[in-house]
């Protein structure tokens, strides 16, 4: 079946790269805003019988990016798309995946209800906060790992010892670990706020060696920055680097990390960086590792190599 990839505006370069990877051009897609706000979507081209793939993260402004995603999914199931896959690179709302204190919404259940409700076939996204998620959803969901690419960029950060900044990220550190055969150290830490946590304890050895802080994401830094004054109170050395999947970068974050004696920030491109940051931040290019997972699902060939295991 012919394919066709398609670009909201959340992210269109990564889905470019996607794109260029399989020798493809971007599909047409026309968005526009009425007057009011409202978003307008049309398909430019004849989508009748094809495969489609429709590449989105649901990053800030994330209301938008999510409406924009299932406007696109309206659009190309009611114009006679044979089968649409979304590629979701970050999947907002991940981290409201449970009641913490009884009175919130699960926002991930919602979400998930939401893509419950469209023609959709699959789902693929790269590092979920939570892989557990995948129960959430109606459609298979395919949650593929970033973690070998970030490894091997990260090797160049000749750190000592992966540190896990938090109990949640402790697989992801065995996870980069494993692949730059290095020990793990973890950091205690507790949230106090959205943009707060508080530090407990460091477990590890880490005294004299350069870390490399993995997470899955980094929003205000504030879970970063609290594990580096951490490790740096604990006797490592004056040289951090970070590795995360996703660089949302929010609020605080750039100033936060500026204050660190940063020498490497590894990030993927799941969410465009506003290139005016000043910090030492080196982008992994997603795009061919999704444009093989289209080439496999395409051909019916395995991806199990590519996804997360924990
Ligand atoms: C938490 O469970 C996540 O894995 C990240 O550690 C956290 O969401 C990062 O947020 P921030 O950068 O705002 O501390």
Redesign the pocket.
Known sequence: MELKIFSGTSNPSLAESAANSLGLPLSKLKLQRFPDGEINVKIEENVRGKDIYLIQSTSHPIGDNLLELLLIIDAACRVGAERITVIIPYLGYA?QDRRVTGIEPIGAHLIASMLRATAISRIIAVDI?NPALEGFFRQPLDNISAVPLLAEMASKSKAGIVVS??L??VKLAERFAAFMSLPVAIVHKS?IT??E?KVHTVAGKVQNKKPLIV??????????EAAAKALLTAGCLPEISIAATHG?L?GP?SERLKRLPLKHLFLTNTISIQPEIDLPIEIVDLGPLLAEVIRRLQNQESIIDMLVHL
């Open positions: 981290r906060h900044p938090d949640g990220a949230r959205g943009t946590v997470d899955d994401m980094i929003s205000t830094a504030g879970t970063v949302l929010v974050a």
